[in-house]
């Protein structure tokens, strides 16, 4: 049977030059094509890096990006489909998010432990998908031995022969396993009860390193307790399988696998990192910020983080960083931290052709997700060439005269011209509506050319 990878996996990553990486953002994001280049050229180079003898490889620290754009015009939208793409740990984390080292909240190098976290799950992913074959095989044989348990050999029988027997048995025990005629059996299992100790739940920074000594010091609480269980025979399958999976996967190897991966290959996205942007004393209360920025200096530069998995050592993890700079300059950030970004893009403010395009062309462009929304109910929805561009008009407008939140405004703007047909559609009798230019301006052109109303309602 041929195994179908989904579309992106087909080309590795690892193979995939410049354009051709350009060419899969292209699928999703429209225009910005600095930008795209700019993470383009850069998971490039970090496979070209990983060709060079360990010393090179070594001295050439990845060129962290910061991109620059005003709200809603695609930089998340290029990180997360970047991710995709990549194959390599990747974590998004809002920069806003933390908190200096010793308030409450999170500090960053949490970031670190996050995403050797996300790394060693793609790991242990891949090495299940090695040893799955072999743990159902060892699973069905566990399974056997409890169907159908080692008969004791008659004193007058030739040993061999007896096994023979148990084992031709055992043979067609099998074969009615995998035809599921033993599907509705019931076995009883020795199963370990997962143990979720309630005090996890506490918020704050150390909770990770609470979690390891805790996990340390008291095994036999977290493993949970083992308990006789009668279950059906595929659940049993189901249960010893996973079972069988976890004692072929060397955890330890697992681990290191996965910090190595982490340091290598692993792309942090520091989103909103114009929030904290700004130094000590211009923002009144907001002093931590800068206290943030010194703590995610050292982190951006290369240091060594403790995590469950080891020792993480930051070198050559890619930075990407973005914000809308509408109130603060990339300048308001400290120098250091500035110099960490060489590699600076700017994303443009989106105009009416590109949001034509952004409704139309992407994979899962928005309007293509109501048509299928809509299909779902036997509703065949149309859009004329000319009712988009009067959309994208209109957003335009509307983002002028009130707030640019770029590509955003499509989604409210939409939301608010099928608002009739998303709440009439199960009861329709015309099962096939065209959304032409003329319904747009009927639904939308009053509350356009009245300003109050569109801050409320798009
Ligand atoms: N160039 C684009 N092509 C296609 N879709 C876009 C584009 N720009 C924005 N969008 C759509 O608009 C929405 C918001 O985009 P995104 O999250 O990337 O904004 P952002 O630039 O990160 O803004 P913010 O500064 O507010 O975080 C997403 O749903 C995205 O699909
Ligand atoms: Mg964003």
């Given at each position: ?68 754009g005003p709200t809603g015009v695609?930089k ?198 114009d ?48 914000g809308a700079f509408h109130v ?19 994303l443009?403010a989106l105009g009416k052709?590109?949001f ?38 209109f957003a335009q407008t509307v983002n002028e005269h009130t707030e640019n939140i770029g590509a955003r405004r499509l989604h409210t703007v939409?939301e608010k ?30 509350i356009v050319k009245n300003e109050d109303l569109s801050r409320y309602i798009l």
């Open positions: 049977m041929p195994i179908l990878l989904p579309e992106t996996t087909q080309t590795s990553a690892g193979a995939l030059t410049p354009r051709q990486i350009v060419a899969e953002l292209d699928k999703h994001v429209v225009g910005q094509s600095a930008a795209k280049r700019a993470v383009a050229i850069a998971l490039r180079n970090r496979m070209r890096r990983q060709k060079l003898t360990p010393e090179l490889a070594e001295e050439i620290a990845p060129k962290n990006i910061l991109m620059i695609g998340t939208e290029i990180a997360r489909r970047l991710a995709k793409l990549a194959q390599s740990p990747f974590l998004k984390v809002e920069a806003s998010k933390f908190t200096e080292v010793g308030y409450v909240g999170r500090d960053v190098e949490s970031m670190i432990r996050d995403l050797a976290e996300l790394s060693v799950d793609m790991v242990r992913a891949e090495r299940l998908e090695d040893v799955r074959a072999k743990a159902r095989q060892n699973a069905e044989d566990r399974l056997l031995d409890i169907l159908l348990p080692p008969r004791p050999i008659a004193p007058d029988e030739e040993p061999a022969a007896g096994r023979d027997a148990q084992q031709q048995t055992s043979e067609r025990f099998r074969e009615q396993l995998r035809a599921g005629r033993l599907d509705t059996r019931t076995v009883e299992l020795d199963v370990r009860e997962k143990a979720f100790p309630s005090f996890e739940i506490i918020a704050g920074s150390s909770v990770e390193e609470v979690d390891i000594n805790l996990k340390d010091m008291l095994p036999g609480l977290f493993q949970g307790k083992s308990k006789k269980r009668k279950v059906k025979v595929p659940e049993a399958l189901e249960y010893l399988a996973t079972e069988e999976e976890q004692k072929l996967i060397d955890m330890d190897s697992v681990a290191r696998a996965a910090v190595d991966r982490v340091e290598q290959a692993g792309i942090i996205f520091l989103d909103e990192i929030k904290i942007a700004g130094r000590e004393g211009s923002h009144g209360p907001d002093v931590s910020r800068e206290g943030v920025q010194r703590d995610i200096l050292p982190i951006v530069e290369g240091t060594t983080v403790n995590t469950k998995y080891g020792m993480v050592r930051t070198d050559h993890i890619l930075f990407i960083a973005a603060s300059k990339p300048s308001d950030l400290i120098p250091e931290l500035q110099g960490r970004f060489p590699i600076r893009v700017e443009e052709d590109e034509v395009r952004i409704l139309t062309e992407p994979r899962n462009a928005l309007v293509k997700q109501y048509i299928a929304l809509m299909d779902t109910e036997g509703i065949t929805l149309t859009f004329t060439d000319d009712a988009i561009r009067r959309i994208a008009d939409l011209l099928l608002d009739e047909i998303s709440f009439e559609g199960p009861d329709l009798s015309e099962k096939s509506v065209t959304i032409d230019e003329a319904y747009v301006t009927k639904m939308l052109a009053d």
